[in-house]
């Protein structure tokens, strides 16, 4: 099963969800890791999202990303909450500083973690910073389920 999650963060989490794709009610999880630069890229996500209305749905959760192949490591953490059609808005943070723009596109390809992908962009002054590819480990998937 292919399904597609997108976030963007303009100064604010921006959640694009695949929105076709989705039970009425889901949670979309992923853990796992990139190989970049000879180390590791750690990341970690969950998104509750929950249709109040035609396309309008109300999204929760937070997004993870550790970078060790940086001095120092580079930590990332965003949340985001609230009722939107297909946006939920939060913030991010880079080793505690910010907000900054991110974007991030994760795609669930098959179980478990079979071919699964990420994209981060995180926009800073001078070059961003960008994490993609297939994932190395570990898992995208996306859960029907029914919380209150």
């Known amino acids: 099963m292919k399904t597609k999650?997108?976030?963007?963060?303009v100064l604010v989490l921006i959640v694009t969800l695949g929105?076709?794709?989705?039970?009425?009610?889901?949670i979309i999880t992923g853990g796992g890791w990139l190989d970049e630069c000879d180390s590791k890229v750690n990341f970690g996500f969950n998104v509750q999202a929950t249709q109040v209305e035609g396309m309008d749905y109300d999204i929760k959760g937070q997004f993870q990303l550790v970078d060790h192949s940086t001095r120092p490591v580079t930590r990332i953490h965003g949340t985001f909450e609230?009722?939107?059609g297909s946006f939920a808005m939060g913030e991010c943070m880079i080793n505690g500083e910010g907000p900054h723009t991110f974007y991030l596109d994760v795609e669930d390809e098959g179980e478990p973690g079979v071919d699964d992908c990420i994209w981060v962009r995180i926009k800073i002054p001078g070059p961003d910073l960008y994490y993609s590819g297939k994932i190395d480990g570990g898992n995208i998937q996306i859960h029907e389920y029914h919380f209150n």
């Open 5 to 9: 999650l997108a976030v963007g963060l």
């Open 19 to 26: 929105l076709g794709c989705l039970p009425s009610k889901a």
């Open 82 to 84: 609230g009722k939107f």
